[in-house]
């Protein structure tokens, strides 16, 4: 990675905050259920009780003997399944966060632009664009804290933004646009981690709901878009589920609900003891007719496949995409005395039909969590027959349709991957940060005149004027990244036009002019015909 590279990986979105933790993907590891307290005179523990006895009293070096039992515990959970996971309590509010729903902060979008703290966009009706903070702003300092000339990680600024409720933050600030310096006082709120990223019409009879995650506000701003898009007209929905990694089990049931009839199973759990548990749905839902498509791919996991699984299985609907990531454990969380938690696998769910989704897990490393260059070199990501299934594992919808367990949802339209190369790696340079940074700058260069543009105005620049497409070749050039996109002409500038319009105007905009290009909304519509 060349040096150049470098700032690309720093983005650092406030509203989104921590999602990761050590390394552990949060969704697909778990489908959280109830939370139990753990005390620390578990039997079993005499042995391990009275060797960590022996090291603080007689061993010949100071050690930590907390860290010996964070490794110890973390060991152990290796050893049982990939997703019985051990949290200690330094990481663990970090990690529930995004889970919850919000956070308390400042509320803007930022990246370090040039070592300076640069707001990329503050968020709606949060703290800072109360207080009058606006896109291209520099933060210089934050209560006396120098941000600007210093290598920060997110974990260095986070404390510093981040805070108790009704707290303020003294902000210095650098406008660009007036040449001017000033200060202002942010007072710390609670800022949405939404679930849902957009809510549009594709056309006038078919709605879109993305969702990222299932976390405890999911189900409330999944049902809160559904009901809205129902009152624009719409007669048929997708619900995007690609690069989802699961959350709660609960609002994976809740969302299937809204679209399946009384009595009709969403989920089965199964217990240690053999104790089965059925989630039903009921007579509440408010799309139980209308078409439905799900889009999944080999990210979506847990409890995208428990909702995708749900409407296979019932005929509710049609599963577009490829073969979903083959994740059928349910985990609790355990609350340790000293403030860390193990989320713990404690059942095994199935479909209505049946089938258990969790792929082989021999190998419980970094090669279960990133399968992607196994399904690439098979040619499962190219080639829908190259998937590998066991006719053991034949499963029957409502309908008597053939369906398979034993590794993840396979779609019922298989959509592949981009076979040439270049264009595969065209189309993850489009949706990377790099599109975001460079409009960015662009737009930081003349602000004045681009937010006097309606939607129009802004295509008519960008298109009819070579000079965008021309530096954006150099500067993906001047970054190290070597990308033929000479013949993509088109295909670059709809994704340039859709990154400056979501800074511009929002997020909604975005998704309305990059939608019509993707390629499993084109099989949606293909099939509306």
Do not use: C, W
């Not at 209505?352 to 040619?379: A, C, T, V």
Request: glycine residues 6%.
């Amino acid at each position: 990675m060349s040096k150049h590279q470098n700032k690309f990986y720093i983005y650092i979105p406030i509203i989104i905050a921590l999602s990761f933790a050590g390394g552990m993907l949060l969704g697909s590891k778990l489908d959280v259920l109830q939370q139990t307290n753990l005390g620390s005179k578990s039997a079993g523990k005499l042995k391990l009780n009275k060797l960590l006895d022996f090291i603080d009293k007689e061993y010949i070096d100071e050690v930590n003997t907390d860290s010996i039992v964070d490794l110890t515990v973390s060991g152990i959970l290796e050893n049982l399944d990939p997703h019985s996971i051990y949290i200690p309590k330094e990481q663990l509010a970090a990690v529930n966060e995004s889970m919850e729903g919000n956070f308390v902060g400042i509320g803007v979008n930022f990246y370090m632009y040039k070592d300076t703290l640069t707001v990329i966009k503050p968020i709606p009706s949060g703290p800072s664009a109360k207080a009058g903070i606006q896109s291209g702003d520099r933060i210089l300092f934050a209560n006396n804290k120098q941000l600007f000339k210093k290598k920060y990680q997110s974990e260095n600024l986070f404390p510093i933004l981040k805070g108790e409720i009704d707290t303020p933050v003294n902000l210095v600030v650098y406008r660009k646009s007036e040449n001017r310096k000033f200060k202002v006082t942010v007072v710390r709120n609670l800022i949405p981690v939404k679930s849902i990223d957009v809510a549009t019409k594709i056309n006038n009879k078919t709605g879109y709901i993305k969702v990222n995650r299932f976390a405890e506000t999911t189900y409330s701003e999944f049902h809160n878009a559904l009901v809205s898009l129902k009152k624009q007209g719409i007669k048929e929905v997708i619900i995007d589920l690609r690069e989802n990694g699961g959350g709660y089990l609960e609002m994976a049931v809740a969302m299937a609900d809204e679209f399946l009839k009384d009595k009709q199973v969403i989920v089965k759990t199964k217990n240690k003891k053999g104790n089965v548990d059925v989630s039903y749905a009921t007579s509440k839902g408010i799309f139980e007719t209308g078409r439905v498509y799900v889009l999944i791919d080999e990210n979506s996991a847990s409890a995208s496949e428990i909702f995708a699984g749900a409407i296979q299985d019932n005929d509710r609907g049609t599963i577009i995409g490829r073969r979903s990531f083959g994740k059928g454990l349910v985990q609790r969380e355990m609350k340790m005395n000293d403030g860390s938690a193990v989320r713990l696998t404690i059942a095994r769910y199935y479909t209505p039909s049946g089938r258990s989704i969790q792929k082989p897990y021999e190998d419980k490393g970094e090669k279960y969590f990133n399968e992607f260059e196994k399904r690439f070199l098979s040619g499962e990501l190219y080639e829908a027959d190259s998937i590998k299934v066991a006719d053991s594992l034949k499963f029957k919808t409502k309908k008597g349709r053939i369906v398979y367990g034993g590794g993840g949802i396979i779609p019922d339209v298989f959509v592949p991957i981009e076979k040439n190369h270049n264009k595969e790696g065209l189309e993850l340079l489009l949706q990377s940060e790099i599109m975001s940074y460079y409009a960015f700058e662009k737009l930081d260069e003349n602000r004045a005149f681009f937010s006097k543009m309606n939607a129009t105005q802004l295509k008519n620049e960008l298109f009819k004027k070579d000079k965008y497409f021309s530096q954006f070749k150099e500067y993906i050039a001047s970054n190290g990244l070597l990308f033929n996109i000479s013949n993509q002409k088109e295909q670059v500038l709809t994704y340039l036009y859709a990154e400056f319009s979501k800074q511009l105007f929002n997020d909604t905009s975005y998704y309305q002019i990059v939608l019509p290009k993707d390629k499993m909304i084109t099989k949606v519509l293909e099939k509306q015909k």
